[in-house]
């Protein structure tokens, strides 16, 4: 069955990082008054390419739902068809549009809010952007609202190479100094001498809050497992990690936290690769 396409309009467009090439895109739906979604889920946009075939790719919505706009954030690949597309789209266009099809994904935040890791490389901070901005919105403007976090505690860690590529990061610091229950922790792996902040992957730095946060609530890692009795769909947990980027990363994390005898139900991840 062929899906709905709607057409989206950009309507901003910004480089977020010369040395990365990614950028930032507010797109609108013109035909819609309002575009619903849940954050952390992504769009697929269509397009030909230079053979006249249908091309799709899935981009996660890096921003909190606001009326009929959303938000995207996307680095060119080398030699890739749609990312390179996105990228060439005339600065601030009257008219430029693209065919997308959704909100579609499960990679979402689970309910009631429990403290959170969020994990993410690269591109991978889409949609904790958007989780973030569900999470905090802020205190006036058109996308104001209350605080949904419930005094949970939030922490996002965030890996690049180098700091050049810590996209949104003063969004990301500013909330940090605005609400004292969220953590941001952006480590380098290639991090030059004079950078005084972490270092290395961030599986290693995910291991050091799960250890920290038994130690404050006296828990014995590796935590037990379950009670079998309890089906899988009514397990609740009190943290619960959303990891998103590449494969390795994402499977890295995975096996980090099943080490601490993380319940796979815990760990929600989304890979771009
Ligand atoms: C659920 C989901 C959400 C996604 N969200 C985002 C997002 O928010 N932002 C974003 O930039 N991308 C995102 N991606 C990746 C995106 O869908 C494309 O794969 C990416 O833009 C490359 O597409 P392309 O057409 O430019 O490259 P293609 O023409 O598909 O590929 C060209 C070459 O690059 C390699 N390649 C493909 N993807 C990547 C990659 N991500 N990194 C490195 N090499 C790659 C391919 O193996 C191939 O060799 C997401 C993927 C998924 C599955």
């Known amino acids: 069955m062929a899906r709905e396409l709607l057409t989206a309009r950009l309507a901003q467009k910004q480089c977020i990082s010369e040395s990365s090439q990614c950028y930032r895109f507010e797109f609108v739906i013109d035909e819609l008054d309002s575009f619903p979604f849940t954050p952390g889920q992504f769009i697929s946009a269509v397009a030909d390419d230079a053979n006249g075939k249908q091309q799709t790719r899935a981009y996660s919505l890096a921003s909190a739902p606001e009326g009929n706009r959303f938000e995207l954030c996307v680095n060119r690949v080398e030699e890739g068809f749609f990312s390179n597309h996105l990228a060439d789209l005339p600065d601030l266009p009257i008219g430029a549009t693209i065919q997308i099809h959704g909100p579609h994904g499960h990679f979402v935040l689970r309910e009631p809010v429990t403290d959170s890791i969020l994990v993410a490389t690269g591109t991978g901070i889409a949609p904790m952007r958007g989780f973030t901005q569900w999470l905090f919105p802020p205190e006036d403007g058109p996308a104001a609202g209350p605080d949904r976090s419930q005094g949970k505690q939030i922490w ?118």
């Open 156 to 273: 996002l860690v965030y890996g690049t190479r180098q700091e050049s590529e810590l996209y949104f990061r003063e969004e990301f610091e500013a909330l940090a100094q605005r609400v004292p229950n969220f953590h941001y922790l952006p480590t380098l792996s290639r991090a030059p001498q004079s950078w005084a902040g972490l270092r290395g992957y961030v599986q290693d730095h995910v291991a050091g809050i799960v250890e920290q946060r038994a130690a404050q609530l006296g828990q014995t890692l590796p935590l037990p497992a379950p009670d079998p009795a309890i089906p899988p769909a009514e397990l609740r947990f009190d943290v619960n990690a959303y990891v998103c980027g590449l494969n390795n990363m994402v499977m890295a994390v995975r096996e980090r936290l099943a080490g601490y005898g993380w319940h796979r139900k815990q760990i929600i991840f989304e890979r771009y690769d």
